[in-house]
């Protein structure tokens, strides 16, 4: 069975830092990029960041560049988000999901094939 849990949420203050983590099971992990998605009340799910190991890639789109840092650990089948200076703007349910990820373009809720439940993150102002 493949399962993804997201753990690490909760409440932070602006300028604070949270660290998520994406535990995978149940596939090949070396062979899916893992992404991290977003969604806030009443707006589109967003994607945040990425990471291919195996291809060497990271993208971050440009809301969060500077401030957030995806890494992996294959070894664990984890992948991490560090979340610093964090803003009010950032509050969502934070989702990882399994697929493809490359360094241009964006990143695509289509090309990600197994997704987490989300865990959410508040930045209080």
């Known amino acids: 069975e493949v399962q993804l849990v997201e753990s690490g949420g909760g409440l932070v203050q602006a300028g604070g830092s949270l660290r998520l983590s994406c535990a995978a099971s149940?596939?090949?992990?070396?062979?899916?990029?893992i992404g991290w998605f977003r969604q806030a009340p009443g707006k589109e799910r967003e994607g945040v960041t990425c990471?291919?190991?195996?291809?060497?890639?990271?993208y971050y789109a440009d809301s969060v560049k500077g401030r957030f840092t995806i890494s992996s650990d294959n070894a664990r089948n984890t992948v991490y988000l560090q979340m610093t200076s964090l803003k009010p703007e950032d509050t969502a349910v934070y989702s990882c999901a399994a697929g493809y990820c490359s360094d241009y373009g964006g990143i695509y809720p289509y090309e990600y094939d197994y997704w987490g439940q989300g865990t959410q993150v508040t930045v209080s102002s």
């Open positions: 990471i291919s190991e195996s291809d060497g890639i990271t």
């Open positions: 149940g596939f090949t992990f070396d062979d899916y990029g």
